[in-house]
């Protein structure tokens, strides 16, 4: 059965750090890309970042210096660690992984159950 598991998210302030988790089973990571996706309310599912199987990341403009996705092969574990949080990094944040390297969230069948980050100012 594969299943993704998000953990880490919370209430943080402004300016504060966060690493969310997430860890697959029945997938292995180093042979697909991941990605980590945020929903806030009433908005549309959007791409924060990207690592590709052979180890290519990609951020949206918005996360770019501030955010870093990473991934432990051993652990099989992507990680977003999360740097300068601004209140408008709030929303639920998901994973997801496939085989296709693509930022169109309709394309990934396999995600996690998300985990909320809220980020007071």
């Known amino acids: 059965q594969v299943q993704l598991v998000e953990s880490g998210g919370g209430l943080v302030q402004a300016g504060g750090s966060l690493r969310l988790s997430c860890a697959a089973s029945?997938?292995?990571?180093?042979?697909?890309?991941a990605n980590w996706y945020r929903q806030a309310p009433g908005k549309q599912r959007e791409l924060v970042a990207m690592i590709q199987s052979y180890g290519t990341t990609h951020y949206a403009n918005s996360v770019k210096d501030r955010f870093t996705i990473s991934r432990d092969n051993t652990e099989n574990t992507v990680y977003l660690q999360m740097n300068s949080l601004k209140p408008e990094d709030t929303a639920v944040y998901y994973c997801a992984a496939g085989t296709l390297a693509t930022p169109v969230p309709s394309m990934y069948s396999i995600w996690g159950q998300g985990t909320q980050v809220t980020v007071s100012s």
């Open positions: 029945g997938i292995t990571f180093s042979m697909n890309a």
